[in-house]
């Protein structure tokens, strides 16, 4: 398997491999998947395989530490992290480098 498949196959599994309580970025995940200018491409593949795969997609955050979704979803995710134990800060940021995973 090789191009856009093979690439957000790659992208999946890395999303597996994020341990409870950990968070990885979207640039991180695009990075370890080879290459990482493809952050809108790890958006696509959760959106597109999260519940197919059963992906722990509230795991995958923005670079600044932050949730991207609005309303009800950033809710839902801030809730499931916070289940796993990944704590915030009164800004909405979780401190990256005591929940960053680093695969």
Request: charged content about 25%; glycine content about 14%; overall charge positive.
């Given at each position: 398997?090789?191009?856009?498949?093979?690439?957000?196959?790659?992208?999946?599994?890395?999303?597996?491999?994020?341990p409870?309580?950990?968070?990885?970025?979207?640039?991180?995940?695009?990075?370890?998947?080879?290459?990482?200018?493809?952050?809108?491409?790890?958006?696509?593949?959760?959106?597109?395989?999260?519940?197919?795969?059963?992906?722990?997609?509230?795991?995958?955050?923005?670079?600044?530490?932050?949730?991207?979704?609005?309303?009800?979803?950033?809710?839902?995710?801030?809730?499931?992290?916070?289940?796993e134990?990944?704590r915030?800060?009164a800004?909405?940021?979780?401190?990256?480098?005591?929940?960053?995973?680093?695969?």
């Amino acid at each position: 398997m090789s191009g856009p498949d093979a690439f957000s196959a790659r992208i999946a599994g890395i999303i597996k491999r994020i341990p409870r309580g950990r968070v990885a970025t979207y640039g991180q995940v695009a990075a370890m998947a080879g290459n990482p200018r493809a952050s809108r491409l790890v958006v696509w593949t959760l959106r597109a395989l999260s519940e197919r795969e059963g992906l722990p997609w509230h795991r995958v955050i923005n670079s600044k530490g932050t949730i991207s979704l609005a309303g009800d979803g950033g809710r839902i995710q801030r809730g499931l992290l916070e289940q796993e134990g990944v704590r915030f800060d009164a800004a909405g940021r979780v401190a990256l480098d005591l929940f960053q995973w680093r695969g």
